[in-house]
């Protein structure tokens, strides 16, 4: 069974900089497409970026031109680039596989301040 592990979130100024960080384990996700996806307090999870195995990507319109994902499949590990962040992109952040997912793991908390 796979394990999801998000590390990297924190608390940053409107404008800032973060990255995020998903390692596997259990088996190897490099053939699969991997999606970060944000959990707004009381809101649904929403996919913001996903990456398939050779490396295409997809962003949400929120995230077109800010965020940035992009995967080493030698570590097992997937990461998000979240640039010029706002106050709407706080929420806690998840991991999984898009098409296959496995159990969420406990996500990464990204809170932007105004």
């Known amino acids: 069974q796979v394990q999801l592990v998000e590390s990297g979130g924190g608390l940053v100024q409107a404008g800032g900089f973060l990255r995020l960080s998903c390692v596997a384990s259990g088996r190897s996700f490099s053939l699969y497409t991997i999606g970060w996806y944000r959990q707004g307090s009381g809101e649904q999870r929403e996919l913001v970026a996903s990456?398939?195995?050779?490396?295409?990507?997809n962003y949400a319109d929120s995230a077109k031109g800010r965020f940035t994902i992009y995967r080493d499949n030698a570590k097992n590990t997937v990461y998000l680039e979240m640039d010029s962040l706002k106050p709407e992109d706080t929420g806690v952040y998840y991991c999984?596989?898009?098409?296959?997912?496995?159990?969420w793991g406990q996500g990464t908390q990204v809170t932007v301040s105004s």
């Open positions: 990456i398939t195995s050779v490396g295409g990507t």
């Open positions: 999984n596989d898009v098409n296959f997912p496995a159990a």
